[in-house]
């Protein structure tokens, strides 16, 4: 080449090329390749054009113009792989470099099978006349060439489709805009609220086209959309999504017209691109979808690269450090209390070993390292005023949980308070002894029916409540604890029809309790707002591994139905 013309701002490379064609006096089109190329075997390519790196080597000598420039500047690269991962992002450069043929944009994974690209060259005809009056000459814009953008953002009117199809014949011409080409057979107009959405994403688009963010793996985003997820409502901390909701909500915002015309409809049934997208799912998907939801969301398309969005706190970084946190709290309130070792492993189900160890991480100072420290040298610990206000401290909280479920047997109330139980057992038994409620069992002269009956009653209340609260296995023992009559009812279970019938009916196997605990334990993690694992599972169910191994599969289905994904 001996000279070649400078491109305009925003013009597609292929444009520039057009208009080299157009001057260069060559005859023949294949001429033109060879001019530009040094070879016939190439492709007039609109978004991703090839062999830029030849054509750098084609150029006037001197030529300021480089591979990279085109790329950024003149081409849909920046817009079409925004969301791709730099090494694929690499890739792409190098076949727009040194590749031959056009890209495939499916195959490299820019748009999937479900969108199709335009047709036709687009224009604004005010930004035609413009160029005209400006430089002379129309030509094509590249951010008029944006499947899913419809408006020019300047002039804030309709783009128009030239009768120039993009991909068409051979494809080795190059054709400018023109006169010819570029009519307003019929003039275009949309409501009001429909324009205000396409100027939306025009001018999204426009910023990727006009930055170089930088290339970011899936995850990142993936992050970013969460953060704003679970901030709106539409997730939770442990991955949970409401997927209805979402859907919901995101076509109340868009419509569903706006969605069809970007080509991403999104229906209530399952799946679809939007229930993909904030799922677990390293597939790219088309720009236009990231910047739907990214608005949906309120993230600012710089925001999106650019400023790492987290929680406030950082409760989901790590699910084991809360449950380290709570479970050291209660070790430092145990140790205070005064119980021994034993007991309050006893307590927290643990190993006196791991206790140990726990209080010399915490540094915590025990009542018995006092004690062996020589503050209570000459007197007994029950004799301090320490213990005596602990103990008024004790008794005071013993008496008000009493108060406060006066239903319920000391039995029951002790498995929720079992350190302020096991030190008043220690050390004031006598006092506990007086002030422990038990339910008492009925003994008079008997009428069995009658009884059959109250007792059925009782059971059910009983078993309703076993249901609810944190899950207790459902046997006849424990029913009986329960109600305080523990080894009668075995015994009397054959003068009880009804209660019998009852029970035998919601008795549970093993299996089926620690099904039912993980049901529990999900819930109360969703609670909890903490993430689902099934580490987390056994530890908040109580389920031992051997045993979750056994009803993994059951496990998988309860997860499923819940819409968690597997494996966790
Ligand atoms: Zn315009």
Redesign the pocket.
Known sequence: MNFFPTPYPDELLYSTLARYCMRSGNIREIHNFEDLFGTRDCIAAMELPTQLDALIRNMPVNTKYTAEYFIYKHTLFPFLAAFIPPKRADKIIQTMRNGEGAVSYIRIGLISNSITLNKYFRF?P??FKEDIERFGEPYWHRSHQITGVFV?S??K?HLYNSTELIRAGNRQRYIGASHENCIVEKEISYSNDLMEKMLWMAEAAEILLNNQFGFKEPEWFRSQFRVKLVEKGYARMNNYIHQKKLKQDFVDFYGHEYLQLVQSPVSKNSGGWLSDMVRKNNRTTYTVRYLLLARFLDIPVADLFNTKLGFNNDEDENNIDAYQELWDQRLIELAQSGLSIREIADVLKSSTKTIRKSIDRLGIEPFWKFNGGGKYLRKKYTDTKEFKIKREKFRKKWLQLHTRYPDKSSNQIRRKNDGLYAWLKKYDSEWLEQNYRRIKTVVSTVDWAKRDAELLLKVKKVIKEMKEGKPERITWTTIGSKLGISGWLSKKREKLPLTREYIDSVVESMEEFHIRKIKWAIEELERQGKEITLWNLAETAGVKPKYMKIISKEIQKVLEEKGYELPL
Do not use: A, S, V
Request: proline residues 0%.
């Open positions: 604004c005010e930004c020019c300047k002039h009117i």
